[in-house]
T-cell receptor, first 112, second 113 residues
Framework: QKEVEQNSGPLSVPEGAIASLNCTYS??????FFWYRQYSGKSPELIMF????GDKEDGRFTAQLNKASQYVSLLIRDSQPSDSATYLC????????????FGTGTKLQVIP | DGGITQSPKYLFRKEGQNVTLSCEQN?????MYWYRQDPGQGLRLIYY???????QKGDIAEGYSVSREKKESFPLTVTSAQKNPTAFYLC????????????FGSGTRLTVV
């Protein structure tokens, strides 16, 4: 079974700091990777997607992908208390059925 | 506005009872999915459908059933065979031409009483 691994946290960072969230995956053929933010009791919302090796930046968020190491990360710069949530790493399976496997999520706490 | 509507938001099931969760989308997406989320856990795939009248089992299909009679609708039935159904259920859809991945509904929280 394809796996996506994340540290469950909680990861605590002070307001204004950089939060770094990491994810590894087992499906070597995967080509598309996603980061979702999920507030308690709510559905996940997409904040970043990436499919090329390297960095992709969008505002305060940077996604990093290293397919050789099967590693994806998310950096949040200038962390705000409103960033406190669970961040889910998700990987599109290579089997061709447009299925996504999710990690268990990392809980981020931004301390004011 | 286009989106996915899940209903009800909260659902209570008695022991031995079947219940059906509704998922309707007006995005004209071909593929639809059902995931289950337990507290502190990630999402686990129950069933998915890529076209009308066709669907496949996901990783945890036992105790669940689905139908896909219309492109817009993908209801999930939680049967009495599902021994631990208390969870947060999420419906999602995906347009094959999009790279951004899933659009999620707002979820249904099912509790066994």
């Amino acid at each position: 079974q394809k796996e996506v691994e994340q540290n469950s946290g909680p990861l605590s960072v002070p307001e204004g700091a950089i939060a770094s969230l990491n994810c590894t995956y087992s499906d070597r053929g995967s080509q598309s990777f996603f980061w979702y933010r999920q507030y308690s009791g709510k559905s996940p919302e997409l904040i970043m997607f990436i499919y090329s090796n390297g960095d992709k930046e969008d505002g305060r968020f940077t996604a990093q992908l290293n397919k050789a190491s099967q590693y994806v990360s998310l950096l949040i710069r200038d962390s705000q208390p409103s960033d406190s949530a669970t961040y889910l790493c998700a990987v599109l399976d290579s089997g061709g059925y447009q299925k996504v496997t999710f990690g268990t999520g990392t809980k981020l706490q931004v301390i004011p | 506005d286009g989106g996915i509507t899940q209903s009800p938001k909260y659902l209570f099931r008695k022991e031995g009872q079947n219940v059906t969760l509704s998922c309707e989308q007006n995005l004209n997406h071909d593929a639809m999915y059902w995931y289950r989320q337990d507290p502190g856990q990630g999402l686990r795939l129950i069933y998915y459908s890529q076209i009308v009248n066709d669907f496949q089992k996901g990783d945890i299909a036992e105790g669940y059933s689905v139908s896909r009679e219309k492109k817009e609708s993908f209801p999930l039935t939680v049967t009495s065979a599902q021994k631990n159904p208390t969870a947060f259920y999420l419906c999602a859809s995906w347009d094959r031409g999009m790279v951004e991945g899933y659009t999620f509904g707002s979820g249904t929280r099912l509790t066994v009483v």
